[in-house]
């Protein structure tokens, strides 16, 4: 089953608009009343692929890993 360019136009935008709304969140710039919202409407209507390829991009980016906070002593940079 292969996609049309205009169907994988409309899935990359569909995917770019669930990773800045996992950014949001992240954020901590939507709320959780807003974010369930959302949440419920997309996992209804969008197809698993975009779901997918939206979750893969976002955590293959690196940008939601953890970091250690620093350690040292000094106070200066943490």
């Known amino acids: 089953m292969s996609l049309t360019p205009k169907q994988q136009a409309d899935n990359w935008d569909a995917s770019n608009a669930i990773v800045t709304v996992i950014d949001s969140q992240v954020r901590r710039d939507i709320d959780l009343v ?3 919202q959302y949440w419920s409407k997309v996992l209804e ?3 698993t692929a975009v779901l997918v390829q939206a ?3 976002a955590l293959a980016t690196g940008r939601y890993q ?3 906070r620093c350690q040292c002593q ?5």
């Open 66 to 68: 953890i970091t250690p």
């Open 55 to 57: 979750l893969s991009y």
């Open 45 to 47: 209507d969008t197809p």
């Open 34 to 36: 807003r974010a369930q």
């Open 74 to 78: 000094c106070r200066r940079h943490c």
